[in-house]
């Protein structure tokens, strides 16, 4: 368990980071901040001119530790480009991971945001395909607390210790989400979409009816009281999705809004089990603090998934870390939080640093998770969830403003670090 002591040095920790960053801008509030980049860094003497390109391409190793999955290792890469000229084309960002594991799991997934030429189209994709392990906790925020990553360190979500609390389980999923919406005005689209989750193989290890007394677990229960078959279900539906853009980078903003609104209904005739529909509502808005360093503001993001009628089944339900880039829920492991109604926010405060000409940044964030648990009576905020960390960003191209990321995250009884690329919102 964390105890008080340790709690009250790292919020003394974000608090103390908080001050000196102000009076770091304070110091340096008339001063003008040429941003650099790391390619202007390591090559030195080259001219940034001539380092401007259409695409930007960006692979990392990706390699975690779980006593469930073994050793995970892999890459994960992100391409960043324009189809059109920068004056009226939006950057698009693509993001892929192949990764294997010592115990047999296998994961590739490629998650796409693309604006093609004029921003006359708008792509949203979502696609994988898993041989996968995986904990799970029960439905709703108040779900079994457990002491895991109390002790050590988690690392991309992938936790050393052991999962005290939680049902372990095993299965294939292929995930094909894609959305295309059209422009209608300047920053409004309106688009269709089609959506295919499909669990198959299904390994609940823990369950066992024929134990005295009976094994259950979350997901047998879930599964028999809705009438979800146990060992493969599928949900495939067709969405209409409502977008308004004036973020001025996709990939990395320093302003404007961000608003989704998306309506999935998934009838038996499209191959779903059960009928059903969900409504999926997404917000993010950036608020610059400093005319001279566009990277001194405040960002916001929140997002909610709610059932609106019928059943999905177990897997299928909204999870901490299921957003469209996986990037939710920063302090937590992947999949912690799960629930039919599914709300998520986050505040983070993102500043350049004065050193090599702002080739550092850091942010400082807070979140907060809420889920319901129907059958259990268990509602939307009567259990909150929040955490808080910090972050440091290497700019590694300023064209596109991709940067290098390492992030600490503090939960309740969990500490994460991440390591990837560009902003997590």
């Known amino acids: 368990m964390i105890s008080i002591k340790n709690i009250h040095i790292r919020l003394l920790f974000v608090i103390l980071a908080f001050w000196y960053s102000q009076q770091t801008f304070a110091q340096i509030k008339d001063s003008t901040c040429v941003q650099k980049d790391l390619r202007v860094l390591l090559g030195k003497g080259v001219k940034e001119k001539s380092l401007e390109k259409k695409v930007m391409l960006l692979v990392l190793p990706k390699l975690a530790l779980n006593p469930l999955n073994g050793v995970l290792y892999g890459a994960q890469g992100a391409m960043v480009w324009r189809f059109g000229p920068q004056e009226t084309t939006r950057v698009s960002l693509l993001g892929a991971t192949v990764a294997g594991s010592t115990k047999n799991q296998f994961i590739t997934q490629i998650k796409s945001n693309v604006y093609t030429n004029m921003d006359q189209f708008f792509l949203q994709g979502d696609w994988r395909f898993y041989i996968y392990n995986a904990p799970t906790w029960g439905l709703g925020t108040n779900s079994p607390t457990n002491t895991y990553g109390g002790a050590s360190w988690t690392w991309q979500e992938n936790d050393y210790s052991k999962f005290d609390g939680s049902y372990s389980m095993a299965y294939n999923y292929v995930k094909f989400h894609e959305i295309v919406s059209i422009k209608l005005r300047k920053f409004?689209?309106?688009?269709?979409?089609?959506?295919?989750?499909?669990f198959y193989k299904i390994v609940d290890r823990q369950y066992n009816i024929n134990a005295n007394p009976p094994q259950l677990t979350p997901h047998s229960t879930y599964s028999n009281y809705h009438g979800f078959?146990?060992?493969?279900?599928?949900?495939?539906?067709?969405?209409?999705?409502?977008?308004y853009d004036s973020r001025d980078n996709l990939n990395n903003p320093y302003k404007g809004v961000f608003?989704?609104?998306?309506?999935?209904?998934?009838?038996?005739?499209?191959?779903?089990?059960?009928?059903?529909?969900t409504l999926y509502a997404e917000f993010r808005a950036y608020k610059s603090l400093?005319?001279?360093?566009?990277?001194?503001?405040?960002?916001?993001?929140?997002?909610?998934?709610?059932?609106?009628?019928?059943?999905?089944?177990?897997?299928?339900?909204?999870?901490?870390?299921?957003?469209?880039?996986?990037?939710?829920?920063?302090?937590?492991?992947?999949?912690?939080?799960r629930g039919e109604d599914y709300i998520y926010t986050e505040l983070e405060y993102r500043f350049p640093l004065p050193f090599y000409n702002c080739l550092m940044?850091?942010?400082?964030?807070?979140?907060?998770?809420?889920?319901?648990?129907?059958?259990?009576?268990?509602?939307?905020?009567?259990?909150?969830?929040?955490?808080?960390?910090?972050?440091?960003?290497f700019m590694l191209n300023k064209q596109f403003r991709t940067n290098i990321n390492i992030d600490f995250g503090f939960g309740k009884d969990s500490r994460v670090m991440y390591f990837s690329s560009n902003e997590t919102f």
């Open 229 to 243: 078959a146990m060992d493969k279900y599928t949900l495939s539906g067709a969405s209409l999705n409502f977008v």
């Open 290 to 337: 400093s005319k001279n360093k566009p990277r001194h503001l405040l960002a916001f993001w929140a997002f909610g998934s709610f059932q609106a009628s019928g059943s999905v089944p177990y897997l299928s339900l909204m999870a901490l870390g299921e957003d469209q880039r996986g990037r939710s829920g920063r302090g937590y492991i992947s999949g912690r939080f």
């Open 361 to 393: 940044g850091g942010v400082l964030f807070v979140n907060a998770a809420t889920a319901s648990n129907r059958v259990e009576n268990v509602a939307l905020f009567d259990y909150i969830r929040p955490a808080y960390g910090f972050g440091i960003r």
């Open 259 to 277: 608003v989704n609104l998306n309506y999935r209904y998934s009838p038996t005739f499209l191959g779903s089990n059960q009928n059903s529909s």
């Open 188 to 198: 409004l689209y309106l688009g269709v979409g089609y959506h295919l989750d499909y």
